[in-house]
């Protein structure tokens, strides 16, 4: 089976730096993605790690340990509008080219 | 950027009732495209994968009869929901594919839309 865990939420504070971790267990690796989803809105893609390592991307920053089957997102310099559902994805063979979603950490962010 | 959209964006309807839902890619040939559905604070379950001009790929436990799939063109896919029932009130998210499947383009969500079964 596949199973993919996160936080269910989280809280933090503005200009603060906030770490979201992600663990998978799944038949098949093919790649990792966040998403940003605002509370009834789709999903926005944040990032992509199909390699080990970190992907930076201005304030937010995702790594990847394939052996260690973990990755994590970061979100520097938070800001109000980062109070938001982030979901890690995970791109198995299995499913072809879909993607199977944790449940998604609530990060609010407070002033 | 690839720009997915999704018709209607609400809607409303009677148990017993079939309701129709558009996902269409603007600006890039999809041809594969893919529907989950999203229960109130519950990540997005992937219900079925739509192939152009191919039957759907539907997940375990999606009944094919009752959540109809149509992938006839490039940029439209449908999904048609048969006889709803209260219980089939959720988030409905197409997205779609852009590239080859062994090449990362990016998979783009659509706007999403919200069915109520009454």
């Known amino acids: 089976g596949q199973n993919i865990d996160q936080p269910t939420e989280m809280t933090a504070t503005e200009g603060a730096i906030v770490q979201i971790n992600c663990t998978y267990q799944?038949?098949?690796?093919?790649?990792l993605f966040w998403y940003q989803q605002h509370a009834g809105e789709a999903p926005t893609f944040l990032s992509y790690?199909?390699?080990?390592g970190l992907e930076e991307k201005g304030r937010f920053s995702s790594f990847l340990s394939r052996s260690k089957g973990y990755s994590y997102l970061l979100l520097k310099e938070l800001q109000m509008k980062d109070s938001a559902s982030y979901l890690c994805?995970?791109?198995?063979?299995?499913?072809?080219?879909?993607?199977?979603f944790g449940k998604g950490t609530t990060l609010s962010v407070s002033s | 950027g690839a720009v997915v959209s999704q018709h209607p964006s609400r809607v409303i309807c009677k148990s017993g009732t079939s309701v129709k839902i558009e996902c269409r890619s603007l600006d890039f040939q999809a041809t594969t495209m893919f529907w989950y559905r999203q229960f109130p604070k519950k990540s997005l379950m992937l219900m079925a994968t739509?192939?152009?001009?191919?039957?759907?790929?539907?997940e375990q436990g999606v009944e094919k009869d009752k959540f109809l799939i149509n992938h006839a063109s490039l940029t439209l896919s449908t999904l048609t929901v048969t006889s709803a029932h209260p219980e089939d009130s959720s988030f409905y998210i197409c997205?779609?594919?852009?590239?080859?499947?062994?090449?990362?383009?990016?998979?783009?969500f659509g706007p999403g839309t919200r069915l109520t079964v009454l």
């Open positions: 997205s779609a594919r852009e590239g080859r499947a062994d090449v990362f383009q990016g998979q783009f």
């Open positions: 799944t038949s098949g690796f093919n790649g």
């Open positions: 790690n199909v390699l080990d």
């Open positions: 994805a995970v791109r198995v063979w299995e499913a072809g080219t879909a993607l199977i």
């Open positions: 739509s192939n152009e001009g191919s039957k759907a790929t539907y």
